[in-house]
């Protein structure tokens, strides 16, 4: 039985602001937008904002073509509309095209450097092409601008991981787990890094920890099981 990973790179964070589950393609508000693109003097602006807005919306509908066809006009008419370039990396990064989303992040990156997310998406992008040590840096510095950011920590060592790396793994889940301790994943990453180790007793008490919190978590009473066959329990 092979151990599985609870991936997240088929997710993009969309940005930071969460309801409940749900992830919004929204990101600094009317306020902010309106402080990034500028209001009032300048029409052309004003158009970019609009453009903006309409492609905020299509890109919470799910509608990407769409979303990156009003990008495209918001950064003709404001070529330093980082949150334009953003957002249109966001929705190729939906689509499958890494390379286009990273290109875009990069802008992004260069107009505003300062943003966690950016580096965060633009991380995942690269995991996604299997660039994993160009995937490491960005999550670093994702983690270094927020070092609260528990699923940049929990990404970061899902990378150590794939690369063997199951001890610098393993302190980045404890990281995460110290900001988050309700988090499945969290444990059950932990779970298989400490699995992939032949820690056994540690990968059995991390899986046990994911399915006191997630009872139905397939894959962790998998590798409970084959933690606890390796170690010669009889199950």
């Known amino acids: 039985m092979k151990t599985v990973l609870e991936h997240d790179y088929s997710k993009v964070r969309l940005q930071m602001k969460r309801i409940g589950s749900l992830v919004l393609f929204v990101c ?29 919306a299509n890109g919470s509908a799910g509608n990407y073509d769409r979303a990156i066809e009003n990008f495209n006009q918001a950064i003709r008419l404001n070529p330093a509309a980082a949150l334009a370039y953003y957002y249109r990396g966001v929705a190729y990064h939906m689509k499958g095209d890494f390379d ?19 580096y965060y998406n633009r991380a995942r992008a690269y995991a996604n092409k299997g660039n994993y040590n160009r995937a490491i840096s960005d999550y670093t510095q994702a983690i270094q601008l927020d070092p609260n950011d528990s699923d940049a920590l929990n990404n970061r060592g899902i990378v150590y991981g794939i690369l063997g790396e199951y001890d610098r793994a393993i302190s980045d889940y404890d990281r995460a787990i110290r900001l988050n301790p309700e988090n499945s994943r969290f444990y059950y990453n932990r779970g298989n890094a400490y699995l992939a180790k032949g ?14 919190i997630a009872p139905g978590f397939v894959n962790a009473m998998r590798n409970l099981e084959l933690a606890r066959s390796q170690r010669g329990d009889r199950i």
């Open 199 to 212: 820690a056994y007793d540690s990968a059995i008490e991390d899986f046990e920890t994911t399915l006191r």
């Open 100 to 118: 286009s989303a990273i290109s875009d992040y990069d802008q992004a990156i260069r107009l505003i450097p300062d943003d966690s997310r950016v």
């Open 28 to 56: 600094l508000g009317v306020a902010g937008s309106m402080a990034l693109f500028g209001q009032g003097a300048n029409p052309e602006l004003e158009a970019a904002l609009a453009y903006y807005n309409r492609g905020v």
